[in-house]
């Protein structure tokens, strides 16, 4: 992902968000309102994933007819956002997303820069009026009031959001949801997944793109930074910052949203009564990594609910068979059997408890798979349509992911587990 930043505290940030709120309806932009028109794509942030994303729009746009246009890109690195402009042609590169933002030709904000940014430019961007695609997480996991804000300003407006865990694009996840709505497992009892790497996607993952960099005119450190804790520059922290806590927070939240989300949306929970975790570094220990590499954690809903997540990225070996790279499927748990994906993976199970009237084991073939492109199209359609409730991966379900994530890294963190107050909507460790 990129480089860019958001430029202000968090306490400037909650303040302009809710003086922002009531200003979000008179916000439009006639251009992405209207069927017949193109919609203009901007980037903030211009590292791998996002090129990835400015790949997909390209593809969209050139190969499938698709409406839309790659307008600018921005991130903090001169020698990076003018390398994707020229690679992708874009009429205008920024340094600060806030200039981004105030293009009128843009009508969509991609977002992937550094987990500790993706908040604060969501929500700048839903108050400009633009639809968003924002990378997972959806914020940092010490960041949960901005998650709270953002979910908050998103479902007050009238914008697009879609989140990019584009495992949700994947058809089985959503009729496993209308299996479980239509009664077929009985009272849902449990859900669990897991995702299994190996590497630590940080110091090998993560190229420096220069080893001679240094802040400046090119690279603006400080913007970088954010609300992050200040450090001394160095290359490692900028061009590698998945390795380090104060940007990101390990697979815990780099991963997990990949697996948790579809589990969150399957069994339609809100928020856990309390989360518990245990993680750490076990195989990559050297002197630059701060982040696990290997964390669990169990999540305890009101009314029996239970969620487990296990993931290591110091071994790959699947038990259930995966829908995503290192993502193991999801088994589903009710009163009355349980939800599973054939090995063969293009079928949804159903296996029924074994007691004597039981229900009939079942099989039901898998739609469509997981596709990022779909993800685009979906967001796009959406866009078009002014239709929210037809996202696939929305903010409100990013919300309710996010803070199952946060609450269990503050637990893994403090040695306790986290709770949380439905009444005050906070975290309590």
């Given at each position: 992902m990129?480089?860019e930043?958001?430029g202000?505290?968090r306490?400037?940030?909650v303040?302009r968000?809710?003086a922002g709120v009531?200003?979000?309806s008179?916000v ?12 203009g794509?901007g980037?903030?942030?211009a590292?791998?994933r ?5 790949g997909?729009v ?5 190969n ?14 001169r020698p ?11 009429a205008r590169?920024y340094a600060d997303?806030?200039e981004?933002?105030?293009?009128k030709?843009?009508?969509?904000v991609?977002?992937a ?5 993706h908040?604060?430019?969501?929500l700048?961007a ?6 968003v695609y ?6 940092h996991?010490?960041q ?9 300003v998103v479902?007050a407006?009238?914008r697009?959001?879609?989140v990019?865990?584009q495992?949700?694009s994947d ?6 949801r209308k299996?479980v709505?239509d009664?077929?497992?009985?009272q849902?009892?449990s859900?669990?997944a897991g995702?299994?790497?190996v590497?630590?996607?940080g110091?090998r993952g ?12 090119d ?7 954010g609300?992050a804790?200040k450090r ?5 922290r900028f061009?590698?910052w998945?390795?380090f806590?104060?940007?990101a ?7 997990y949203?990949?697996?948790?989300a579809q589990?969150?949306h ?7 009564a309390?989360?518990?975790a245990l993680?750490?570094i076990?195989r990559y220990?050297?002197?630059?990594r701060d ?18 997540v ?7 070996y699947?038990?259930?068979?995966t ?10 748990r009710?009163w009355?059997g349980?939800?599973?994906?054939h ?5 949804i ?6 007691i004597q009237?039981a229900?009939?084991?079942?099989s ?6 997981e596709?990022n492109l779909?993800l685009?199209k979906n967001l ?14 929305p903010?409100?379900l990013?919300f309710?992911t996010q ?6 890294t ?6 306790k587990?986290?709770r949380?107050d439905?009444v005050?909507?906070a975290?309590v460790v």
């Amino acid at each position: 992902m990129g480089t860019e930043a958001s430029g202000i505290t968090r306490r400037e940030f909650v303040g302009r968000a809710a003086a922002g709120v009531a200003a979000l309806s008179a916000v439009r932009l006639a251009r992405a309102q209207a069927a017949n028109e193109r919609l203009g794509v901007g980037f903030i942030g211009a590292g791998g994933r996002a090129g990835a994303h400015m790949g997909m729009v390209k593809h969209l746009r050139d190969n499938e007819n698709a409406p839309v246009d790659l307008v600018a890109v921005c991130d903090v690195y001169r020698p990076r956002r003018e390398q994707r402009q020229k690679e992708f042609g874009m009429a205008r590169a920024y340094a600060d997303y806030r200039e981004l933002l105030a293009d009128k030709d843009i009508d969509v904000v991609c977002i992937a820069t550094p987990d500790h940014h993706h908040g604060y430019q969501a929500l700048a961007a839903v108050q400009a009026g633009k639809d968003v695609y924002c990378e997972k997480p959806v914020s940092h996991w010490r960041q949960f009031e901005v998650t709270r804000q953002l979910a908050d300003v998103v479902a007050a407006s009238d914008r697009m959001v879609q989140v990019g865990t584009q495992a949700m694009s994947d058809g089985a996840w959503h009729q496993m949801r209308k299996l479980v709505v239509d009664g077929l497992i009985g009272q849902p009892l449990s859900g669990e997944a897991g995702f299994f790497r190996v590497g630590d996607w940080g110091e090998r993952g993560m190229p420096v793109d220069d080893a001679n960099a240094k802040p400046g005119p090119d690279l603006n450190w400080e913007a970088f930074l954010g609300d992050a804790p200040k450090r001394e520059f160095s290359v490692d922290r900028f061009f590698r910052w998945r390795l380090f806590e104060d940007y990101a927070g390990g697979p815990v939240t780099d991963l997990y949203p990949h697996c948790l989300a579809q589990v969150v949306h399957i069994l339609g929970v809100g928020f856990p009564a309390e989360v518990v975790a245990l993680g750490g570094i076990h195989r990559y220990s050297y002197e630059l990594r701060d982040v696990p590499d290997t964390f669990n954690l169990i999540a305890q809903y009101r009314g029996g609910v239970t969620i487990s997540v296990l993931g290591t990225q110091a071994n790959d070996y699947q038990t259930t068979g995966t829908r995503g790279a290192g993502q193991r499927c999801p088994v589903i748990r009710g009163w009355d059997g349980t939800l599973s994906i054939h090995p063969n993976n293009r079928e949804i199970v159903f296996t029924p408890i074994r007691i004597q009237g039981a229900k009939a084991p079942q099989s039901f073939p898998i739609e469509r798979g997981e596709n990022n492109l779909d993800l685009w199209k979906n967001l796009l359609e959406c866009c078009r349509n002014r239709s929210a409730k037809d996202l696939w991966s929305p903010m409100d379900l990013a919300f309710r992911t996010q803070t199952v994530l946060q609450m269990a890294t503050l637990a893994s963190r403090a040695g306790k587990s986290a709770r949380f107050d439905p009444v005050q909507r906070a975290i309590v460790v």
